[in-house]
């Protein structure tokens, strides 16, 4: 059921590769979705914005673009760790995979994975983003 938002809306960026993060901003920019958008190189970092804004929901993001593969925390690894904050945090966000790899276990993980709604190949591509939006949230002006 898509969740049901009023602006702003914010994307999280999760990945080590400095340049996938600025290429993926862009592609988000010229897509218009969302307003505001949050990088982090590193699970380890996402976790620790989640907690820091534990008191200040509306800085949350409501979609998050997850590598899967990382050093130190990969993909689902920070899934692990995300599913143990509160619910509250989890409540308006939703979770797509990105990543390059052809590793069919993997893929079958992200797909099993109750906080994945997509896995999405790299590169990232205006049209996949707008679709997983369309899916994903209803936006009341």
């Known amino acids: 059921m898509p969740l049901k938002l009023k602006r702003p809306i914010r994307v999280m960026l999760i990945d ?13 920019g010229i897509t218009k979705l969302f307003d505001d958008i949050i990088l982090c190189q590193s699970g380890e970092e996402a976790i620790a914005y989640f907690l820091a804004n534990e008191k200040d929901t509306e800085k949350l993001p409501h979609l998050i673009l997850l590598d ?30 990105l ?26 591509y205006p049209a996949q983003l707008q679709a997983v939006f369309t899916t994903c949230f209803i936006v009341k002006e």
């Open 16 to 28: 080590d590769n400095t340049i996938d993060l600025k290429i993926n901003s862009k592609i988000i």
């Open 68 to 97: 899967i593969q990382m050093p130190e925390m990969d993909g689902f690894e920070f899934l692990d760790n995300y599913k143990l904050l509160p619910e509250e945090l989890k409540d308006n966000t939703r979770i797509a995979m």
């Open 99 to 124: 990543s390059s790899t052809l590793d069919f276990g993997d893929i079958r993980r992200a797909e099993a994975n109750p906080y994945v709604i997509k896995l999405l190949k790299k590169p990232l």
